[in-house]
Every structure is written in structure tokens, then in C-alpha cells.
């Protein structure tokens, strides 16, 4: 019974969760700032990569953002933290 008496307010604050998740990313897909700082990590990947296969690349995947937390050397040993 409290499932039921509760669920309209539930799909209400899921609702307006989406709708603020929709909002968040219209505007992300909108600014020039954010397509700027996507290009100049696309490129600094591209230099940090140049001479493998990965070196050349065209785009990449969200998730790869959280590799540049963490830098490393040739030698494997860490050189910076972009944090």
C-alpha cells in the first residue's frame, strides 16, 4: 500500500530528474567551450600517442577523459597528475 501511495510522487521526481539530465546535456552539446576543450584533449592524446596506431585518432570515448588524470612516462613511471 505505501508503493501505491507513493509512486505518483516518485515518476514526479524521476521526471523532473531526465528532464534536468536533458537540460544539463543540451547545453553541453551547445557550448563552444566544451567542443574546444574535447579538441585540445583529442590533440594532446594524438601527441601523447604519435608512432602508435592510436596516434592518428579522429575521436575518442567519454571514458578515455578519466585517463588524463593520470600521466605516465616511456618508462611507465608516473610523470604528473592533471587533477
Known sequence: MMYRETFADEVVHIRKSFEMLEDACRELMSSKLFLK??????????????????????????EALLKFTYVKGTDG???CSIS
Open 37 to 62: 576543450l574535447l579538441e585540445a584533449m583529442l590533440k594532446t592524446g594524438n601527441r601523447m600517442n604519435v608512432g602508435t596506431s592510436c596516434g592518428g585518432a579522429m575521436a575518442f570515448k567519454l
Open 77 to 79: 613511471k608516473p610523470r
